[in-house]
């Protein structure tokens, strides 16, 4: 019960369509095992509810909530409800991310509308998030902050908005990090690597048209580490330490879930 009592706000706590479980909802479920109160957002409130179904089965308390968090007034209401439903928050964890389901393309194929959708996803809806509960956190004189970023920041990734966006995140983080921690508040951004998760694997197989397990040994391949790609629980556990006291005097750490793939030079 490492986050007993602890009221977590859990954004991208749904999932795609397709196989095995999501970064989102893993961690929302891992957060709630260990005795959180999760607020479980994502703009399909039926998939949040999927999750709060299946805290709810393991005797977890969670809430689903429908919001566009490319809205500030959204990301806004967001916060107040899991602060007038809880009384705090103590943790934000911001999961949302799109780039191939999103329009996103490498320079010469990339649009200004898929530019600007993706930039509005995994960058815009952080910083608000952010913007709206560290007032919160700063009066309670605690907090932590858990950004997802990618191992596109520091890979060759192809497509223009994922790279660009992910590595602002980082940036940001690290802004997050040193700005609030005089007031007790942690800030630490997360980039998995290639991921068995719905997202990842089932959207390439529907984009580039192959099957699911063409698309797995592909990716499997690509990893040092056992051959095999990480999952959704792999982010959830770096998540669970990072929201814990156990990493209470860690901020402003990019950590990377990867299967040793950033030791890999040239």
């Known amino acids: 019960?490492?986050?007993?009592?602890?009221v977590a706000i859990v954004v991208g706590a749904g999932q795609s369509p397709g196989e095995g479980i999501g970064n989102g909802r893993a961690t929302a479920l891992t957060f709630a095992r260990e005795g959180a109160r999760v607020l479980c957002v994502d703009h399909n409130l039926a998939s949040a509810q999927e999750t709060v179904d299946m805290i709810a089965g393991k005797q977890g308390t969670a809430v689903a909530f429908k919001a566009d968090v490319t809205k500030n007034a959204e990301i806004k209401t967001m916060v107040q409800d899991a602060h007038d439903?809880?009384?705090?928050?103590?943790?934000?964890?911001?999961?949302?991310?799109?780039s191939l389901a999103g329009g996103d393309a490498e320079l010469l194929a990339i649009t200004e509308e898929a530019f600007d959708r993706c930039v509005a996803i995994n960058l815009k809806?952080?910083?608000?998030?952010?913007?709206?509960?560290?007032?919160?956190?700063?009066?309670q004189a605690s907090g932590v902050i858990i950004n997802i970023s990618s191992m596109a920041v520091i890979t060759?990734?192809?497509?223009?908005?994922?790279?660009?966006?992910?590595?602002?995140?980082?940036?940001?983080?690290?802004?997050?990090?040193?700005?609030?921690?005089?007031?007790?508040i942690r800030a630490n951004v997360i980039l998995p690597g290639l991921m068995n998760t719905p997202m990842a694997v089932d959207t390439r197989a529907r984009e580039f048209k192959k099957t699911r397990a063409e698309?797995?040994?592909?990716?499997?391949?690509?990893?040092?580490?056992?051959?095999k790609m990480g999952t959704g629980w792999d982010v959830?556990?770096?998540?669970?330490?990072?929201?814990?006291?156990?990493?209470?005097?860690?901020?402003?750490?990019t950590l990377p879930v990867d299967g040793g793939a950033s030791v890999r030079r040239g």
């Open 156 to 184: 060759t990734y192809p497509y223009v908005a994922y790279k660009a966006t992910k590595s602002a995140m980082v940036a940001f983080t690290e802004q997050l990090a040193y700005q609030n921690a005089s007031y007790g």
């Open 125 to 139: 809806s952080c910083i608000l998030a952010a913007k709206h509960v560290i007032p919160i956190m700063r009066r």
């Open 85 to 98: 439903r809880w009384g705090r928050i103590d943790i934000l964890h911001n999961n949302v991310g799109v």
């Open 215 to 227: 698309v797995e040994a592909e990716r499997d391949s690509q990893v040092p580490l056992r051959r």
């Open 236 to 253: 959830a556990n770096a998540a669970l330490f990072l929201a814990s006291d156990e990493a209470s005097f860690i901020t402003g750490v």
């Open 1 to 6: 019960m490492r986050l007993k009592d602890r």
